[in-house]
Antibody, heavy 122, light 110 residues
Framework: QVQLVQSGAEVKKPGSSMKVSCKAS????????ISWVRQAPGQGLEWMGR????????NYAQKFQGRVTISADKSTSTAYMELSSLRSEDTAVYFC???????????????WGQGTLVFVSS | QSALTQPPSASGSPGQSVTISCTGT?????????VSWYQQHPGKAPKLMIY???KRPSGVPDRFSGSKSGNTASLTVSGLQAEDEADYYC??????????FGGGTKLTVL
């Protein structure tokens, strides 16, 4: 059974950076894309970007270009999402999610991490 | 990459059917058959209900069905049950290995 386990909640200061991890187990890591999706309090889902670990080339939503870095460590089956220049509006639960199909995928997500709450406040 | 448009709310009585729409553009929903639907209960991670417009993952009841016409995709929940009360989100492939979500619809079972 595939499991995605994320790092714990964080409190950050405005202007700082955050880095959330997502460790996969129970399945193949390298050929399935991992996406990052966030959800601000009381708000909807927002896709941030994705990476196929085998290829190592990330793709980002235009909104986050220049501020987000998504990476993957094949040796530990762990994906990372780093967001810089944090502001209060970045307060959200951040999820990692795995594509249902390997390779290019079908851009649907069948396994999700438990979510990581990041609170940005001075 | 604008968010897909969903109605903020929908409702129905137990046993009835309800349809939730998801309107995009010719750059996403209208061009690609990579439309997905997710169910999210409060405090939980989303759950995949429909992928590739109309396909159901194993374990999802056949009361849930999806379709698409032009730039608009739809999720229909038939035979509404109390446990169907949740938030529902659509998503679509938007080209260049990017994905866009809808704003979400809160489904209430009356």
């Amino acid at each position: 059974q595939v499991q995605l386990v994320q790092s714990g909640a964080e409190v950050k200061k405005p202007g700082s950076s955050m880095k959330v991890s997502c460790k996969a187990s129970g399945g193949t890591f390298t050929t399935y894309a991992i996406s990052w999706v966030r959800q601000a309090p009381g708000q909807g889902l927002e896709w941030m970007g994705r990476i196929i670990p085998m290829l190592g080339i990330p793709n980002y939503a235009q909104k986050f270009q220049g501020r987000v870095t998504i990476s993957a460590d094949k040796s530990t089956s762990t994906a990372y999402m780093e967001l810089s220049s944090l502001r209060s509006e970045d307060t959200a639960v951040y999820f990692c999610a795995r594509d249902r199909r390997d390779g290019p995928g079908d851009y649907s997500f069948d396994y999700w991490g438990q979510g990581t709450l990041v609170f940005v406040s001075s | 990459q604008s968010a897909l448009t969903q109605p903020p709310s929908a409702s129905g009585s137990p046993g009835q059917s309800v349809t939730i729409s998801c309107t995009g553009t010719s750059s996403d929903v209208g061009t690609y058959n990579f439309v997905s639907w997710y169910q999210q209960h409060p405090g939980k991670a989303p759950k995949l209900m429909i992928y590739e417009v109309s396909k159901r993952p194993s374990g999802v009841p056949d009361r849930f069905s999806g379709s698409k016409s032009g730039n608009t995709a739809s999720l229909t929940v038939s035979g509404l049950q109390a446990e169907d009360e949740a938030d529902y989100y659509c998503s679509s492939y938007a080209g260049s290995n990017t994905v866009v979500f809808g704003g979400g619809t809160k489904l209430t079972v009356l």
